[in-house]
């Protein structure tokens, strides 16, 4: 089964407005998580990432938290854009002793849908 | 930079029919990947390889092979197609397996 999952599958806000969206992963082990955007027709856009060593992380109106004792992920977007909407994957990563890639593992996603 | 290039965009085949995906990176990334994407679902991990000549296996390798003869070049081949291969493709690259960076995509039809 999927290790990353999201609580909703849709999520939507009014422009201008902050947006919450939510993310739980299983594996306790992961220690790098990433937050991606993608439009309609489009690859997935990196938004921003965190380490586990970590549990906030701000960057341009949006900022990841991590909680790792409940195992859960969320992206805040501040004053939410009609360009903001998309849908919005997290994935984490879980890293091999020697480092090596693995790959990110996805959860299904959440659409983010702007009301005007 | 061009990023992450896919080739084709778009492609139709039948069932029994072999292609190959092209995938190729100029940002001088180590690591790179294959992830299918079927319809309101997340991406699953085809490949990934972390150099040349080194691949490995991800979620869900079957029906699939890929090769890493250059840092650049990532393919990935269908010998056998079936309908259960439709789906949208990603191919991506990442320094070190952190932030991955993604193709455009290739929308492959199996009917």
């Known amino acids: 089964g999927e290790s990353v999952g999201l609580h909703l599958p849709t999520l939507s806000v009014q422009e201008g407005d902050n947006s919450i969206i939510n993310c739980a992963y299983s594996n306790s082990a992961s220690d790098y998580f990433i937050w991606y955007k993608q439009e309609s027709g489009k690859g997935p856009q990196f938004i921003i990432d965190?380490?586990?060593?970590?549990d906030k992380r701000q960057g341009q109106r949006v900022t990841v938290l991590l909680n790792k004792t409940v195992k859960h992920l969320s992206l805040q977007i501040a004053a939410t854009q009609p360009g903001d909407s998309a849908v919005y994957f997290c994935a984490e990563n879980l890293r091999s002793s020697g480092g090596g890639a693995d790959g990110l593992t996805f959860g299904k996603g959440t659409h983010l849908i702007i009301q005007p | 930079n061009a990023g992450v290039t896919q080739t084709p965009k778009f492609r139709i085949l039948k069932i029994g029919q072999s292609m190959t995906l092209q995938c190729t990176q100029d940002?001088?990334?180590?690591?790179m990947y294959w992830y299918r994407q079927d319809p309101g679902m997340g991406l699953k991990l085809i490949y990934y390889?972390?150099?040349?000549?080194?691949?490995d296996k991800g979620e869900v390798p079957n029906g699939y092979n890929v090769s890493r003869s250059t840092t650049e070049d990532f393919p990935l081949r269908l010998e056998l197609a079936a309908p259960s291969q439709t789906s949208v493709y990603f191919c991506a690259s990442s320094y070190r397996g952190s932030e991955a960076f993604f193709g455009q995509g290739t929308r492959l039809t199996v009917v």
């Open positions: 965190i380490r586990s060593n970590m």
């Open positions: 390889s972390v150099g040349a000549g080194i691949t």
């Open positions: 940002m001088n990334h180590n690591y």
